[in-house]
């Protein structure tokens, strides 16, 4: 009730509470209507599906907000309804969704969220429960989202299979600098092929924002480059960053160069 007409707390911590999905609904109805909280900590508060439910609503609401669902129980259902309910919220920028009894048929619909969502920065997901499926699924997101930096799966039930779909998937995404993979069931050789692949985008995002501030010319440079079959289509900075620091890593076969006025 306090919250509801509150016009100057900015950020509330609730963690290592009993708050439960009870008073979660309390406190959900009560953000709805409040204009100033920013940040809200909830981690170990034993949440499951119904709070995580009415959280999600207060999160389409209000679209300011910032939680901390660690350690809690919202598992597959709760996490789809969470993330689903980001599409319209551009301030969460991260999500923490630790050890929420999250397996493959929930990074199955967070992959769904993630794939063409513009404002998600990292989201982490360690200490759940997803295997090679739910990687696959996460994997196939990658393969379109273009703004994901960073995505924390450690202390999961991912194999070999699952890390190779993420691999496949970095093979084309340029953007994720930072994926967490031990403590899994994966060969070493392949998390540290991984993290090359990431530290390789890391290296293409130093260099872009150099070439950017100094280099950059005022018109946009359009490449069509071929890659397994698939049409990819990059900017002028990429262009100029692969030729910098990738040729070993990725684009074959470059096809054709056009120019148009930058917009």
Known sequence: NALKNNETLRKIDLGCNRIGDEGVKSLANALKNNETLREVNLDYNRIGYEGAKSLASALSTNTNLRLNLSYNEIGNSGAGAIVNALRNNKTMIRIDLRANQIGDSGAGEIANALENNETQRGIDLRYNQIGDEGAKSLANALKNNKTLRGIGLRYNQIGNEGAIEIANALSTNTNLINITLFDNKIAYRLIEGIRGLCERNLEIADAISDY???????????????????????????IYILDQVTQKHLFKNLTHLAYRDWE
Request: aromatic residues 0%; without cysteine.
């Open 212 to 238: 950017s501030k100094s280099v950059l010319a005022p018109r946009l440079v359009r490449a069509s480059v071929k890659d397994g079959g698939n049409e990819i289509i990059l900017s002028s900075e990429v």
